[in-house]
Structure formats: structure tokens, C-alpha cells
């Protein structure tokens, strides 16, 4: 087993032991509707564990703000790494995803980190 592997596995358990159920809301952009400028969207959740923590002050620049928070979650435990057009659900909240920060080893994801805006 190569290091990556290792990794991605001991990411996925220590998650799994220690994070809370998070949705994250996948969205593909449908029809564009000329009539009113609304474009369409389409959905789909997948239920995942995942870690919350708050922001720290010194991370707080024109991006990130002090009242976002940080989620990481087990990269092998998601079927995509999520983007900014995005959502994250955490007790019925939806959250706006700010930043994802991808961690690798040997060109494979381990973690993904986001930043998330409430």
C-alpha cells in the first residue's frame, strides 16, 4: 500500500470517529429561461461525515470572514470534489461554499477543506 492510500484511509477513519453528518448539495445549472433571466437548477445530496470548525482571526482577509466556518471532509468519501457553485447543509442550514482547498499526496486527494459561508 502506497502512502497515498495509507492516508486517504486513516483521513476517512479519524472523520469518520470524529465528524458530524453534513449534506453536500451538488448543483448542475439547467435551461436558461429568456423570459424572466432565470436559469434552472438541478439538486442532488450526498449525505457525508465531516469536521466544523470556526475560522481563525488571522485567516480573515477580503475572502474569508470571521463568522465563516471551515468543514473537511475524506476525500474518497464524496464522488466529486465539491466547488464554489456548491452547497453544504449542517442541521438544516444551507451554506454557501467560499473556497475549497484540495490536500494531496502523490497527485490523489486526501482531504477536501471549505470555507463556509451561512
Same mark, same amino acid.
Given at each position: 500500500?502506497?502512502?497515498?492510500?495509507?492516508?486517504?484511509? !486513516? !483521513? $476517512?477513519?479519524?472523520? &469518520?470517529?470524529?465528524?458530524?453528518?453534513? @449534506?453536500?448539495?451538488?448543483?448542475?445549472?439547467?435551461?436558461?429561461? !429568456?423570459?424572466?433571466? $432565470?436559469?434552472? #437548477?438541478?439538486? @442532488?445530496?450526498? %449525505?457525508?461525515?465531516?469536521?466544523?470548525?470556526?475560522?481563525?482571526?488571522?485567516?480573515?482577509? #477580503?475572502? =474569508?470572514?470571521?463568522?465563516?466556518?471551515?468543514?473537511?471532509?475524506?476525500? @474518497? #468519501?464524496?464522488? @466529486?470534489?465539491?466547488?464554489? &457553485?456548491?452547497? =453544504?447543509?449542517?442541521?438544516? =442550514?444551507?451554506?454557501?461554499? =467560499?473556497?475549497?482547498?484540495?490536500? #494531496?499526496?502523490?497527485? %490523489?486527494?486526501?482531504?477536501? %477543506?471549505?470555507?463556509?459561508?451561512?
Amino acid at each position: 500500500m502506497n502512502l497515498s492510500a495509507t492516508l486517504r484511509t !486513516a !483521513a $476517512s477513519r479519524t472523520i &469518520k470517529r470524529l465528524g458530524g453528518l453534513v @449534506s453536500i448539495r451538488y448543483v448542475t445549472a439547467g435551461a436558461y429561461n !429568456a423570459t424572466d433571466g $432565470s436559469v434552472t #437548477e438541478t439538486t @442532488s445530496d450526498t %449525505e457525508v461525515r465531516g469536521v466544523v470548525t470556526g475560522i481563525n482571526a488571522r485567516e480573515v482577509n #477580503e475572502l =474569508v470572514q470571521a463568522t465563516d466556518k471551515r468543514l473537511t471532509v475524506a476525500a @474518497s #468519501e464524496v464522488p @466529486s470534489a465539491p466547488t464554489t &457553485k456548491d452547497r =453544504v447543509l449542517i442541521s438544516g =442550514v444551507v451554506h454557501e461554499i =467560499v473556497s475549497v482547498d484540495t490536500i #494531496e499526496q502523490d497527485n %490523489e486527494p486526501i482531504t477536501h %477543506e471549505l470555507v463556509l459561508r451561512g
